[in-house]
């Protein structure tokens, strides 16, 4: 298989975890920020995690960089549109970026300009690359639930015009859904889809909780199911997608190697996995990468990979027309 020309799609990627190193030195001279150093070599080295992460959190600080250069339109546009240019690059056609408009108001933004200055990235990617894009509205699981209410106020606005869905990101800890219920059900009868990272260095419970008390339609990682048999025939079942990031697993420690993945054994019983890139910067990836890494530790032939497009499509939170499309492509 010629990995570059393989269509692709990708349902989870964070914006600030896959900011060009480059970028982040031209933004910090325009508008003046202080970073600790301005050599490409040592930016990248700063944005990249460690294969040997001690823990997600280690693998988390990294994204402090990248969001205190995203405080300006010019600069949330402009990482935007370059992410899709990186993906339409190796052919990926169809993408959903996630991002928190709560970090990136420190430079005076309001939720509004956040969430249109992303959208306008996309929209000029979409004008210049065979590629399309739409927006996820990521809450990191430590806000408070009542400052989720005001985005969702103003994301509702743009609901099917670039946004699509809500995501809770970050650290995991046993029992977090039982917190988050309201804003989720909100978001719900609002008619945002619902994805949530859960199981990923936590435990297979909180995939129960994702599914049952926020109505999560596609799991964030969801590695953990292996060890919640409850959670496993729920997602099994009800034909809960998983969004597997399989380099950024092994960083955070979430599994021990590539090979010891559950990917490959979840799609083999029949369970819908994606693969996606996770961070494509701090977990020094890209999707032809992910998809290379599958088939040298797997035996997935081309069906298999056929299988998993399929899986993206069906799942993805794109309108039918773009789904149509996207079938075609493979
Ligand atoms: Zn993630």
Do not use: W
Not at 53 to 69: G, Q, V
């Amino acid at each position: 298989m010629n990995l570059k020309d393989l269509p692709k799609i990708e349902l989870h990627c964070h914006l600030d975890g896959s900011v060009r190193p480059k970028t982040i030195i031209d933004i910090a001279k325009r508008e003046k920020i202080d970073i600790p150093s301005y050599d490409i070599k040592e930016i990248t080295e700063l944005m990249i995690a460690p294969m040997e992460c001690a823990s997600l959190d280690e693998y988390l600080e990294k994204f402090s960089l990248p969001i205190k250069i995203m405080q300006s339109e010019y600069s949330l546009k402009r990482i935007t549109y370059e992410l899709l240019e990186d993906a339409a690059k190796e052919n990926v056609k169809y993408m959903e970026i996630r991002f928190a408009p709560l970090l990136h108001t420190n430079g005076g933004l309001d939720t509004k300009r956040i969430i249109e200055s992303v959208l306008s990235g996309i929209k000029e990617a979409e004008g210049k690359y065979d590629i399309k894009g739409n927006l996820i509205l990521s809450f990191l699981k430590t806000v408070s639930p009542s400052s989720i209410f005001e985005v969702l106020e103003i994301g509702k606005e743009y609901l099917n015009k670039g946004v699509v869905a809500v995501d809770l990101c970050g650290a995991e800890r046993k029992g977090f859904a039982k917190e988050f219920i309201e804003p989720m059900a909100l978001a719900k009868e609002y008619g945002y889809r619902i994805t949530i990272h859960a199981g990923e260095t936590g435990i297979g419970e909180n995939v129960l909780d994702s599914i049952e008390l926020l109505g999560a339609e596609r799991i964030g990682h969801g590695v953990n199911i292996d060890n919640c048999k409850k959670a496993y025939d729920m997602v099994k079942d009800r034909g809960i997608a998983l969004e597997i990031c399989m380099s950024s697993n092994v960083q955070t420690k979430a599994v021990g190697t590539i090979k010891n993945h559950p990917m490959y054994d979840f799609h083999k019983d029949g369970i819908k996995v994606t693969l996606n890139t996770d961070n494509r910067t701090v977990s020094n990836t890209d999707m032809s990468k992910e998809i290379s890494l599958a088939l040298k530790e797997f035996d997935i032939s081309k069906d298999d990979y056929r299988k998993i497009y399929y899986n993206a499509v069906d799942m993805c939170f794109a309108d039918e027309i773009i789904k149509k499309r996207l079938n075609e492509y493979i």
